[in-house]
């Protein structure tokens, strides 16, 4: 039974407020809905259980087949009453049934009369409703009366008709958009909401016609549209319009920012809102453009509104990270704003100030911002922290004040990713801020002693291990890292003593001291613990052996994994324990990303011809090695360097189905064609694919593979080999499938005798620069990097015509085909900067790294400076001239 709302008084705050469904079931209302049945109906009653029946649909309450059939029967006996609050309830009872009940259509009849019925509710709702359940049938049937509602008088039935034909769009879109005529008619209405529907509804019918949506947004900008809401949308719509126009090139001209611009100046203000947004979101826009939405957005700061304070804010937060000088006029307004009782308005504020204040503004922020960070979620306490990181980076002789912010902050309450967030800024400061590196490690220190996520533990350890043995004075932090030791959990326990061991490898003079310590460690309780202890006193000499040289030491410790971790898991799964001890050399090194559209395609059959490709990132590599050098003409080829995703050279649901895998070698590349004949009945003979080399300077054709014979639905593979240039050889590839096709009499499964020559022409085919390029990730890159020559080193700086970082980032790794590292291909939402780490091994099994720093100097403007290193400096140079070719 449902219990009655308890009101909550003033002076009582902890008064628990019930709702009046609680403990409702299903089982009770079922029992209740009897009074459906009663020959004297209780209107108010009936309109209580169909709530209560409502209720439990709208929180997930299934009902099975027989329950809602009696339900919905129970229901329509309900159209005798003449009570028009009920039958609102009995329309919302029968959509909410139509989803899980096929004899909805049977109230089709009572629905048609209410239609057409006088009373003006009734017409709305039934229209609703009958659109909610009928069919292709049915609706041509109805589809007169629905055109005449479109256009009807009253608007409340107008706007019924068009949202029911918004709806409709998405299953019938061919007898929708027979109703353009009285559609755009109602565009026309002077009810406001009625135009509002009929402007969205015009427009879903002509969204695939992008001539006809110009000329809607042109006749509608020169008119008179009187909703706010409808000039809202039409707003948005004029900004697709001009996304999808380009600029005047003789006058410079964008097409409609008049329009938007006279927005601005509208009485209703989420109409000045919209277009204040709209501008402030167009490509390129120019300081000029921004100005008039700037100054509204302005005014808003200053609202009583809070919706109207915080739309403003936000909107100003994003122009911040492209436009920080055009927010600087507004500081004022916003320092106003930290205060705000809504501490959304207040985070937003203060991480807009810190984007667009200068270095003489840091302090006074840092102060404002530590009132309010304990009255925020954690949500909103990250996008402050990468804001401070942002800003510490930008202003560096401020790390002091920064950094001492960011440390109070972490010993206070707070979950795994706001932690997360604070250690993460900490180490990129100690990073890239040289000076901050003693003050940064010491914040790091004191926050494990009382950390209680193990993963940050071990990460600070791990980074602790490679830093603080370069610093000053090294020695201050053993005492932090035994604790660990002592009063952790084993996986804490044992990432110390790998930091312990990395301090005895860098600093002689804390040697004996680490000697003590990893002897106390043998005694642990943990074995992974007692065997890194005992593995680190043997390599460094501890134990009274010699251990080994400085340089094997550190290579082990401080080296990078030169194999992906889920190669070696794979490869480690496959071993097979024999006299023959594993060999880490064995591992494949290339990454293998599978794409969404893998995770998510269907089970399929296959058209490499070599199965089901294995979801491991070896086998596929594997097997293509093995059928490779089971061909006598590609024996002299050497090593296999690497094989290329499947490319498709043919379209879905095409009479044959192609695609290409590229294998790489020294000096030749070899095209595996896999092909699948997809139409029945039929046998291909004599399979050959005719490559153009016109496009590929240097490529020389050695050899081709014809396939013999492709039954129906049956894979298969043609080979052509290529002899290439040295170097970045690149080039583009035309293909023509040849072949000869018989007919095949299905009673017999024979073949005719005599065929048909024939051809397909497929789609182009490139070999780039990334082909040449194995995504190998590095697991410290710090290290790996400071392991090669310097002398092999080069820098280029760049401009890269790209809206965003993100687009920018994607862009460059895809040309290189390298592998991002310590996750730097993700970029923080409000970065301005960022900087990407790629890691990589050239073909001739040449180690390279490479340091990209972006930053947005403007709109479609990226600057971009790269940074490569190498084992030879033949391979900095051609991975520099990859990207000023492209």
Request: proline letters at 4%; charged letters at 25%.
């Given at each position: 039974?449902?219990?009655?709302?308890?009101?909550?008084?003033?002076?009582?705050?902890?008064?628990?407020?019930?709702?009046?469904?609680?403990?409702?079931?299903?089982?009770?209302?079922?029992?209740?809905?009897?009074?459906?049945?009663?020959?004297?109906?209780?209107?108010?009653?009936?309109?209580?259980?169909?709530?209560?029946?409502?209720?439990?649909?709208?929180?997930?309450?299934?009902?099975?087949?027989?329950?809602?059939?009696?339900?919905?029967?129970?229901?329509?006996?309900?159209?005798?009453?003449?009570?028009?609050?009920?039958?609102?309830?009995?329309?919302?009872?029968?959509?909410?049934?139509?989803?899980?009940?096929?004899?909805?259509?049977?109230?089709?009849?009572?629905?048609?009369?209410?239609?057409?019925?006088?009373?003006?509710?009734?017409?709305?709702?039934?229209?609703?409703?009958?659109?909610?359940?009928?069919?292709?049938?049915?609706?041509?049937?109805?589809?007169?009366?629905?055109?005449?509602?479109?256009?009807?008088?009253?608007?409340?039935?107008?706007?019924?008709?068009?949202?029911?034909?918004?709806?409709?769009?998405?299953?019938?879109?061919?007898?929708?958009?027979?109703?353009?005529?009285?559609?755009?008619?109602?565009?026309?209405?002077?009810?406001?909401?009625?135009?509002?529907?009929?402007?969205?509804?015009?427009?879903?019918?002509?969204?695939?016609?992008?001539?006809?949506?110009?000329?809607?947004?042109?006749?509608?900008?020169?008119?008179?549209?009187?909703?706010?809401?409808?000039?809202?949308?039409?707003?948005?719509?004029?900004?697709?319009?001009?996304?999808?126009?380009?600029?005047?090139?003789?006058?410079?001209?964008?097409?409609?920012?008049?329009?938007?611009?006279?927005?601005?100046?509208?009485?209703?203000?989420?109409?000045?809102?919209?277009?204040?947004?709209?501008?402030?979101?167009?490509?390129?826009?120019?300081?000029?453009?921004?100005?008039?939405?700037?100054?509204?957005?302005?005014?808003?700061?200053?609202?009583?509104?809070?919706?109207?304070?915080?739309?403003?804010?936000?909107?100003?937060?994003?122009?911040?990270?492209?436009?920080?000088?055009?927010?600087?006029?507004?500081?004022?307004?916003?320092?106003?704003?930290?205060?705000?009782?809504?501490?959304?308005?207040?985070?937003?504020?203060?991480?807009?100030?810190?984007?667009?204040?200068?270095?003489?503004?840091?302090?006074?922020?840092?102060?404002?911002?530590?009132?309010?960070?304990?009255?925020?979620?954690?949500?909103?306490?990250?996008?402050?922290?990468?804001?401070?990181?942002?800003?510490?980076?930008?202003?560096?002789?401020?790390?002091?004040a920064l950094m001492n912010f960011l440390s109070n902050i972490l010993r206070e309450e707070g979950g795994f990713e706001y932690k997360k967030a604070i250690v993460d800024s900490i180490v990129i400061l100690i990073r890239d801020i040289p000076d901050a590196k003693e003050s940064g490690l010491?914040?790091?220190?004191?926050?494990?002693?009382?950390?209680?996520?193990?993963?940050?533990?071990?990460?600070?350890?791990?980074?602790?291990?490679?830093?603080?043995?370069?610093?000053?004075?090294?020695?201050?932090?053993?005492?932090?890292?035994?604790?660990?030791?002592?009063?952790?959990?084993?996986?804490?326990?044992?990432?110390?003593?790998?930091?312990?061991?990395?301090?005895?490898?860098?600093?002689?003079?804390?040697?004996?001291?680490?000697?003590?310590?990893?002897?106390?460690?043998?005694?642990?309780?943990?074995?992974?613990?007692?065997?890194?202890?005992?593995?680190?006193?043997?390599?460094?000499?501890?134990?009274?052996?010699?251990?080994?040289?400085?340089?094997?030491?550190?290579?082990?410790?401080?080296?990078?994994?030169?194999?992906?971790?889920?190669?070696?898991?794979?490869?480690?799964?496959?071993?097979?324990?024999?006299?023959?001890?594993?060999?880490?050399?064995?591992?494949?090194?290339?990454?293998?990303?599978?794409?969404?559209?893998?995770?998510?395609?269907?089970?399929?059959?296959?058209?490499?011809?070599?199965?089901?490709?294995?979801?491991?990132?070896?086998?596929?590599?594997?097997?293509?090695?093995?059928?490779?050098?089971?061909?006598?003409?590609?024996?002299?080829?050497?090593?296999?360097?690497?094989?290329?995703?499947?490319?498709?050279?043919?379209?879905p649901e095409t009479e044959y189905a192609v695609n290409v895998v590229k294998h790489i070698y020294d000096g030749h590349v070899v095209f595996q064609y896999n092909c699948t004949n997809t139409i029945p009945d039929s046998l291909l003979e004599n399979i050959v694919v005719y490559v153009d080399?016109?496009?590929?300077?240097?490529?020389?054709?050695?050899?081709?593979?014809?396939?013999?014979?492709?039954?129906?639905?049956?894979?298969?593979?043609?080979?052509?080999?290529?002899?290439?240039?040295?170097?970045?050889?690149?080039?583009k590839f035309s293909n023509i499938l040849r072949f000869i096709s018989k007919e095949v009499d299905r009673s017999t499964a024979e073949a005719d005798e005599e065929g048909v020559e024939d051809e397909y022409q497929l789609e182009d085919l490139e070999v780039v620069a990334a082909d040449y390029?194995?995504?190998?990730?590095?697991?410290?890159?710090?290290?790996?990097?400071?392991?090669?020559?310097?002398?092999?080193?080069?820098?280029?700086?760049?401009?890269?015509?790209?809206?965003?970082?993100?687009?920018?980032?994607?862009?460059?790794?895809?040309?290189?085909?390298?592998?991002?590292?310590?996750?730097?291909?993700?970029?923080?939402?409000?970065?301005?900067?960022?900087?990407?780490?790629?890691?990589?091994?050239?073909?001739?099994?040449?180690?390279?790294?490479?340091?990209?720093?972006?930053?947005?100097?403007?709109?479609?403007?990226?600057?971009?400076?790269?940074?490569?290193?190498?084992?030879?400096?033949?391979?900095?140079?051609?991975?520099?001239?990859?990207?000023?070719?492209?």
């Open positions: 039974m449902a219990q009655p709302l308890v009101k909550k008084d003033d002076d009582r705050d902890d008064e628990v407020e019930y709702s009046p469904f609680m403990g409702i079931e299903k089982g009770a209302v079922l029992q209740e809905a009897r009074v459906f049945n009663d020959a004297q109906l209780d209107a108010r009653r009936c309109s209580q259980v169909i709530t209560k029946l409502l209720y439990l649909l709208n929180q997930g309450e299934t009902f099975t087949k027989e329950e809602a059939t009696q339900v919905f029967f129970a229901v329509t006996k309900l159209f005798q009453s003449k009570d028009a609050g009920l039958r609102r309830m009995v329309y919302l009872m029968i959509k909410a049934l139509s989803a899980s009940n096929d004899e909805v259509i049977m109230v089709t009849s009572s629905l048609m009369k209410d239609m057409n019925s006088k009373i003006d509710m009734y017409r709305a709702n039934a229209i609703r409703c009958l659109c909610r359940i009928t069919d292709a049938t049915l609706l041509t049937q109805i589809e007169r009366y629905l055109k005449q509602a479109v256009v009807d008088k009253n608007p409340v039935v107008a706007s019924a008709a068009l949202v029911s034909g918004i709806h409709l769009l998405q299953t019938n879109p061919d007898i929708v958009r027979r109703w353009i005529g009285e559609v755009q008619e109602a565009v026309q209405s002077r009810a406001a909401l009625v135009q509002f529907h009929a402007l969205a509804l015009c427009h879903q019918i002509k969204q695939n016609d992008r001539l006809a949506i110009s000329k809607l947004v042109t006749g509608l900008t020169r008119g008179n549209v009187r909703s706010p809401l409808a000039q809202c949308l039409l707003i948005r719509y004029t900004s697709q319009v001009i996304r999808e126009t380009s600029l005047n090139t003789q006058t410079g001209d964008r097409p409609f920012y008049d329009y938007l611009e006279g927005c601005l100046r509208h009485k209703a203000e989420m109409v000045i809102f919209e277009a204040a947004r709209a501008i402030t979101e167009l490509s390129g826009v120019t300081s000029r453009e921004l100005t008039p939405a700037i100054t509204v957005l302005q005014l808003f700061l200053s609202s009583s509104k809070p919706v109207l304070r915080f739309a403003a804010v936000r909107t100003l937060n994003k122009v911040a990270m492209t436009h920080p000088l055009a927010v600087t006029n507004c500081n004022i307004d916003m320092e106003s704003l930290i205060s705000d009782q809504n501490r959304s308005i207040a985070t937003l504020a203060i991480t807009t100030l810190l984007k667009t204040g200068n270095e003489s503004s840091v302090d006074r922020l840092m102060k404002q911002i530590t009132t309010f960070m304990s009255d925020i979620a954690d949500e909103f306490k990250i996008v402050v922290v990468e804001a401070i990181r942002s800003l510490c980076l930008k202003f560096p002789l401020k790390y002091r010491l914040h790091l220190c004191e926050f494990i002693e009382d950390c209680e996520f193990t993963y940050l533990s071990t990460q600070i350890l791990h980074f602790l291990g490679n830093e603080g043995p370069k610093t000053s004075d090294p020695s201050k932090y053993i005492r932090y890292i035994y604790n660990r030791v002592i009063l952790e959990n084993a996986t804490v326990r044992a990432s110390a003593v790998s930091t312990l061991a990395k301090f005895g490898a860098l600093v002689d003079s804390l040697k004996p001291r680490i000697f003590v310590l990893l002897k106390r460690c043998i005694c642990d309780n943990d074995d992974e613990v007692r065997d890194r202890a005992t593995l680190y006193l043997d390599m460094l000499g501890g134990d009274g052996s010699n251990g080994e040289t400085g340089k094997d030491v550190k290579e082990f410790l401080f080296g990078s994994l030169d194999v992906p971790l889920g190669n070696l898991e794979t490869s480690l799964k496959e071993y097979d324990p024999s006299e023959e001890p594993f060999n880490i050399a064995s591992v494949p090194k290339e990454i293998k990303t599978q794409t969404m559209t893998e995770k998510k395609a269907p089970a399929k059959k296959s058209t490499t011809g070599l199965g089901a490709p294995p979801s491991a990132p070896t086998s596929a590599f594997d097997a293509y090695e093995r059928l490779l050098s089971s061909i006598p003409e590609f024996s002299s080829f050497g090593k296999l360097f690497k094989s290329s995703a499947p490319v498709e050279l043919t379209e080399t016109s496009e590929a300077e240097g490529f020389s054709e050695v050899v081709s593979k014809p396939l013999n014979a492709l039954p129906y639905d049956s894979p298969g593979q043609t080979f052509v080999a290529f002899e290439k240039p040295e170097g970045l050889a690149r080039g390029m194995l995504r190998v990730g590095v697991s410290n890159f710090k290290n790996a990097w400071e392991s090669l020559d310097p002398d092999c080193e080069l820098t280029s700086e760049y401009d890269l015509p790209k809206d965003s970082l993100g687009e920018a980032v994607s862009a460059v790794v895809n040309i290189l085909g390298m592998q991002p590292c310590e996750g730097t291909e993700t970029i923080p939402s409000n970065a301005r900067s960022h900087t990407c780490l790629l890691s990589g091994v050239f073909i001739g099994n040449v180690k390279a790294l490479v340091r990209l720093s972006f930053g947005v100097n403007g709109p479609k403007d990226i600057a971009m400076r790269l940074v490569v290193r190498s084992e030879d400096e033949s391979v900095s140079k051609a991975i520099q001239d990859i990207l000023e070719d492209s």
